[in-house]
């Protein structure tokens, strides 16, 4: 059996008794506790094993919990205001969906929504209702098929792209029109910042945390 290595030395089989299996080259290591900062890689090639887990069950529950709320903000309220002779007109996130729609950009909607909208709200309804449960120790009802989508849907939330994208619009409208950044892009901001925490986090670490149910 091989040995795992850390980003700076070899990770040694311990007290632990639990294995990990490399998803690149299916190499098998047995795994030991790391300290913070420490990550685990393979020595065939190199991908990430594991890492040090920062935040605990509960952490990552207030998280998700916290990224709901402002994401719910980020959606009801007005993103920005135009301004022109006088004349302003605010929209929201689906002000902006609906609009492109109706001008005949319907596939760019369609990935609006879904990128911004649909696809961030099913991976916090998700990862809340995993967490949930592993909180008390327990799998979730639909564990095994919701973790395989939770790692599917991972890559289509790009509410950091939206957010960028919009600010320099909003730079660049500010040449023609009167331009006011509202609530909502300050909102989209956070929940930027709060996705890209918890984007970070192996959710894959619920399969040890919690015992699957005897059949």
Not at 162 to 180: N, P, Q, T
């Amino acid at each position: 059996m091989a040995t795992a290595t850390r980003t700076t030395d070899c990770l040694h089989a311990r007290s632990s008794d639990a294995l990990l299996i490399c998803e690149h080259c299916d190499t098998v290591y047995r795994r030991r506790p790391l300290a913070r900062g420490e990550v685990a890689r393979c020595v065939r090639c190199g991908a990430e094993l594991d890492r040090h887990r920062a935040l605990s069950v509960n952490a990552l529950l207030a998280l998700i919990l916290t990224a709901m709320i402002v994401f719910v903000q980020a959606n009801i309220w007005p993103i920005f205001t135009l301004g022109l002779n006088g004349q302003f007109s605010a929209t929201t996130l689906w002000g902006m969906i609906v609009a492109m729609w109706e001008q005949e950009a319907q596939v760019v909607a369609v990935l609006a929504a879904a990128t911004l909208f649909f696809f961030p709200m099913a991976k916090m309804l998700v990862m809340g209702w995993l967490l949930w449960f592993a909180r008390a120790g327990r799998r979730a009802p639909g564990f095994a098929p919701l973790m395989v989508a939770l790692h599917r849907i991972g890559p289509w939330t790009m509410s950091e792209v939206f957010v960028l994208g919009a600010l320099v619009a909003i730079v660049k409208a500010h040449a023609y029109f009167d331009v006011v950044a509202d609530p909502g892009i300050y909102a989209y901001g956070a929940l930027t910042l709060l996705i890209t925490i918890f984007a970070g986090v192996d959710m894959r670490q619920l399969w040890e945390q919690t015992p699957e149910p005897a059949p």
